[in-house]
């Protein structure tokens, strides 16, 4: 028989929705909370003069622009399970955001175009998944246009990101054709009605997908379709769920997120089909979710949820055992102790008190520079998950404030936007001028933008000489105290062009990649990263490449 902390980790469901800009990944979300009963009303997200925004883009920007630049953190339940959804920003600037929120999931659910089929933002948040063994569920949406067939849809999925595709429905018709989707699992049809942004319980299914009823309503749709069907249940493997948990094989679904249409299957699959949370890897050993004790991973850090606070907020995803509001927790890199009493749960904006979470539930501990991305949370045990990456930066850019009075604000609204990895700050070893690293030019803009309404602060930022970037440690051989010894003697050595990040590790900014190759001839000692996990402990080489 399961225990009471067995039967809460079975109950939890945690995912990511990914997938390139515009695919309508946040109109699905909204559709997700909106069928699970967790809202009522539906905000577009392309409505941007109307006071009505998608419930999980709160930030102003994201207002203005209609796209999600950060990723938000929302909990429903849905048929006696919690489900814990995070939505990423689709803005390939982002991926940075996205990769630390693709560790804190069990799950990810893909959002496809059905006109514009696997673009390329797609395939590079598949790598991510594939090299976790993520398994993913596969939604095509906005079928209610003129899209591509779905066959060629199909193929162009296992073509392009090397796994199977198995269809647990199928479209009839499509564009103002769109007659609705085949349920083959259920051997029904959901007939497709344009929806409002309400959900609503009536929806007209027909049983039986031999029903002569299917022939007669939507007539070349429907034999097309029921052809499509028959060969591709032919020709592929049936679904298997192994090769699903190991993000071999995935489940494909059809529909129009903003019509609603699609949404309630897509929802029942994620609580058939997605995994409860699994055990962790940590240097020290792995961690079992049904541990009695609380182990958590700080996997992002948000500045200023609630501007009136200057609030900064660690998302914390609870690894094992039962999270209590006001227990002592270890924070296992600096070894200080905090009493959460404050801790949230996450609908999107709206917050409310905590009492308890569970493992693969994600809290919200109010923070003030206490706790770091990739912090380790326990109740007293040494313990350090691994994971959580940094990339080393593609651009740069010096910043200095309009108002020299203004420094002291500069500098603070800098360290909190750099500790919630929205962009990495660089203090060179020698100088004054801070720089900013990103991954896109659009973290600049939000940054600036940021900076100036959360912060009161105007920054110049101006181009920057630097292209390349790398964290260094060093490796003699000798042991620790000669490791140390020759990574100062390099840094004094390159004084002029090592900067150190948000957690003090020595980077060396570089101009062309030539140079490069020329310092990592010159320093054989020195290991050059170009990611960096949390505090410099570990580097994921096989990630390197």
């Not at 392309?46 to 929302?74: N, Y």
């Not at 849905?78 to 920003?89: A, F, G, H, K, M």
């Not at 890199?333 to 801790?343: A, D, H, L, M």
């Not at 949230?344 to 923070?367: C, Y």
């Amino acid at each position: 028989m399961s225990s009471p902390l067995q039967a809460q980790v079975q109950r939890r469901r945690t995912f990511a929705i990914i997938s390139h800009p515009d695919a309508g990944k946040t109109t699905l979300t909204e559709k997700l909370l909106l069928f699970s009963g967790a809202i009522q009303i539906a905000g577009s997200v392309k409505a941007r003069k109307a006071s009505r925004h998608a419930t999980s883009d709160w930030m102003e920007i994201e207002k203005q622009r209609g796209i999600s630049v950060a990723s938000s953190v929302m909990q429903m339940e849905y048929r006696d399970c919690v489900i814990n959804l995070l939505d990423t920003p689709g803005h390939q600037d982002f991926s940075e955001d996205t990769y630390r929120v693709l560790t804190a999931v069990d799950a990810a659910l893909m959002v496809i175009d059905a006109a514009n089929g696997v673009e390329p933002q797609t395939r590079r948040l598949l790598q991510v998944c594939r090299a976790r063994n993520t398994p993913i569920l596969t939604f095509v949406n906005k079928m209610d246009r003129e899209v591509q067939e779905p066959l060629t849809l199909m193929d162009e999925i296992e073509r392009e990101l090397g796994m199977g595709v198995v269809p647990f429905t199928w479209p009839v018709g499509m564009a103002k054709f769109f007659g609705g989707v085949l349920d083959l699992r259920k051997h029904q049809m959901r007939v497709f009605s344009p929806g409002e942004d309400r959900a609503t319980q009536d929806d007209e299914i027909i049983e039986g997908l031999d029903n002569p009823l299917l022939a007669q309503r939507f007539g070349a749709a429907f034999e097309q379709a029921a052809g499509e069907v028959e060969l591709v249940q032919e020709a592929a493997p049936g679904f298997d769920e192994a090769a699903f948990l190991a993000g071999r094989q995935t489940p494909m679904f059809f529909g129009s997120a903003i019509n609603n249409f699609g949404v309630r299957e897509v929802l029942d699959a994620l609580v058939d089909l997605a995994p409860s949370p699994g055990a962790k890897p940590a240097i020290q050993r792995t961690v079992a979710p049904e541990e009695p004790k609380f182990t958590g991973v700080v996997f992002k850090i948000q500045a200023n949820m609630d501007p009136a606070h200057r609030d900064r907020i660690a998302f914390v995803r609870v690894a094992s055992g039962r999270f209590e509001r006001g227990m002592r927790l270890k924070v296992a890199r600096s070894g200080k102790e905090i009493r959460p009493n404050t801790v949230v749960a996450f609908m999107s904006q709206k917050r409310e008190l905590l009492e308890e979470a569970f493992a693969g539930d994600i809290i919200g501990i109010p923070n003030h520079g206490v706790l770091q991305l990739g912090d380790t949370l326990t109740e007293g045990e040494g313990l350090q998950f691994t994971g959580l990456p940094f990339f080393a930066p593609e651009m740069f850019r010096s910043v200095e404030v309009a108002d020299p009075l203004r420094t002291k604000q500069l500098r603070a609204g800098l360290t909190q936007l750099g500790e919630e990895g929205a962009i990495q700050v660089f203090r060179p070893v020698a100088g004054s001028v801070l720089l900013l690293g990103a991954v896109g030019q659009l973290q600049f803009e939000v940054v600036a933008h940021r900076l100036e309404h959360e912060y009161g602060v105007k920054a110049r930022v101006m181009p920057a000489r630097y292209n390349v970037a790398r964290w260094v440690t060093a490796d003699t051989g000798d042991g620790p105290a000669a490791d140390e010894r020759e990574l100062k003697r390099f840094i004094d050595g390159n004084a002029h062009r090592v900067a150190l990040d948000a957690v003090d590790a020595p980077c060396v900014l570089l101009e062309y990649a030539g140079e490069l190759r020329a310092m990592q001839d010159n320093w054989p000692k020195i290991r050059f990263h170009a990611l960096r996990e949390h505090a410099g402990l570990v580097f994921q080489k096989q990630l390197e490449g």
